[in-house]
């Protein structure tokens, strides 16, 4: 979907760039030009920043886990 229209940017892009090592707002606002325009996208383009940065900490958190129970060659 596209969130940004006026710059054509989509929540592809913007979970893209997460992937990337962006984590913030001022970061995707300075790379990929998301709210630079009109604004209206903000809020949207937030929502998909951060449900991104969760659900890599949530995978994150539970190859952790999953590490921790594999048993170890004697």
Do not use: W, Y
């Amino acid at each position: 979907m596209i969130v940004c229209v006026c710059n054509n940017i989509s929540d592809r892009e913007i979970r893209q760039a997460v992937d990337l090592g962006l984590s913030s707002m001022s970061e995707l606002h300075h790379e990929l030009g998301v709210g630079t325009c009109c604004g209206k996208c903000t809020s949207c383009a937030r929502e998909v920043l951060h449900a991104h940065l969760e659900s890599k900490t949530v995978v994150t958190e539970m190859s952790f886990r999953g590490a921790s129970r594999t048993p170890q060659a004697a």
